[in-house]
Every structure is written in C-alpha cells, then in structure tokens.
T-cell receptor, first 115, second 113 residues
Framework: GENVEQHPSTLSVQEGDSAVIKCTYS??????FPWYKQELGKRPQLIID?????GEKKDQRIAVTLNKTAKHFSLHITETQPEDSAVYFC??????????????FGKGTHLIIQP | GAVVSQHPSRVICKSGTSVKIECRSL??????MFWYRQFPKQSLMLMAT?????????EQGVEKDKFLINHASLTLSTLTVTSAHPEDSSFYIC?????????FGEGSRLTVL
C-alpha cells in the first residue's frame, strides 16, 4: 500500500517568514495530493491540493509543488501569520472518474509561528 | 462546500459497552465513505472504506468484528465500536468524496472508562 513520509514534525518560523513542509510517497499510482490544516480537536480542513498532471499550484500565500519522478511534494506558505499556527498533514491517494480511495496521511507537521 | 456531519461529537462510555457513531452527508449522496482514527498528537489512520449496500473494506490490522460499519443509505454510514476498551479511546473522523474532493465530518471523541 501507499506510504507517506512527512518532514519536519515540528517547524517554528518567525511571523512574516516562509514555511516549507515536505512529503514523499511510495505508490507511483497515486495521483491526488491534498494538504490539510487541523486545529486542536477539530476536523482537517483542505487548504490546497494538486493532481499529478500539474507540477505547481498556488493560492494566495499557499503553494504546492509536485515532482512525480522523485515522488515528492511540498507545501509552501509565505508571509506567515499567527493564525497559520496549526498541524498540517499531507496526504496521497488514487482518484479516478468513479471516485477516490481513502487517503494515506503523513504524520503531520506542527507549525508554530513566532510573533 | 459539501457538508458531512458526525454525531455524537463526544461520547463517554464504560468498558465493555458498545458505541455507535453516525456520519451523514447532508447535501449530497455518498456511495463511499471513509472512517479514520486519530490518537492524540498523531496522524489520521484510515480504518475502513464504507460502501453503500455492501460490506466495508477494512485496512490491515483493523478488526472488522470490533469496528462494525453499516452503510445502509447513500447519506448515512455508521461505525459501532463493540465491547469498547480504554485503548479504543480516540478521535474518530469520517469523510466522503464529492466532485473529487474529500469532506470530513466534525469528528467524534470517544473516551472509554
């Protein structure tokens, strides 16, 4: 089955600086890579996703890059703000026209934004 | 976005009892729903895939007789934790797919005394 590795487990950055979280996956058939933000005790919230036919996607301060050959993808957050503090999870799965397999999650990164 | 709702959000039960958690897709039909478990400060682990009208598919290491899943309609899947023990205490979250995106329920925190 799929195996997703995520690094670092904890990341502390100064407010206004950029944060980068990296993930690798093992199953070359995976074609859908979402990123979730989870605050304590709450459900994961999708912040951005990328499909395997695209190398990069950007949404305001958040961007995701995908390297299919190397089987890794990264989350980039620029101009970090205190409200960005949370746990971030990467995930991978296989999506087809008929639906989606369950997601395999990375272990999570606790992002701390220092004021 | 699509709405997935779970109930109850919190439940405390005695060891040996069974607990049922409901997952509903409120504004769309979901032929497939997924159940995850999350221990404190850990990641979400897929437990099983719930298929409407057929048996659930369980991930390796998840006991199907302990975690009973029923997906009797296109908007409801239930997870029953049977003969619960303290080690089953966890945050259980369901999700459903719509338009290629997965939507999560609020989660249910189970505490077994």
């Amino acid at each position: 089955g799929e195996n997703v590795e995520q690094h670092p487990s904890t990341l502390s950055v100064q407010e206004g600086d950029s944060a980068v979280i990296k993930c690798t996956y093992s199953d070359s058939a995976s074609n859908y890579f979402p990123w979730y933000k989870q605050e304590l005790g709450k459900r994961p919230q999708l912040i951005i996703d990328i499909r395997s036919n695209v190398g990069e996607k950007k949404d305001q301060r958040i961007a995701v890059t995908l390297n299919k050959t190397a089987k890794h993808f990264s989350l980039h957050i620029t101009e970090t703000q205190p409200e960005d503090s949370a746990v971030y999870f990467c995930a991978a799965s296989i999506h087809s026209g008929g639906g989606a397999d369950g997601l395999t999650f990375g272990k999570g990164t606790h992002l701390i934004i220092q004021p | 976005g699509a709405v997935v709702s779970q109930h109850p959000s919190r439940v405390i039960c005695k060891s040996g009892t069974s607990v049922k958690i409901e997952c509903r897709s409120l504004d769309f039909q979901a032929t497939t729903m997924f159940w995850y478990r999350q221990f404190p400060k850990q990641s979400l682990m897929l437990m099983a895939t719930s298929n409407e009208g057929s048996k659930a598919t369980y991930e390796q290491g998840v006991e199907k007789d302990k975690f009973l899943i029923n997906h009797a309609s296109l908007t409801l899947s239930t997870l029953t934790v049977t003969s619960a023990h303290p080690e089953d205490s966890s945050f259980y979250i369901c999700s459903a797919s719509r338009g290629g995106e997965l939507f999560f329920g609020e989660g249910s925190r189970l505490t077994v005394l």
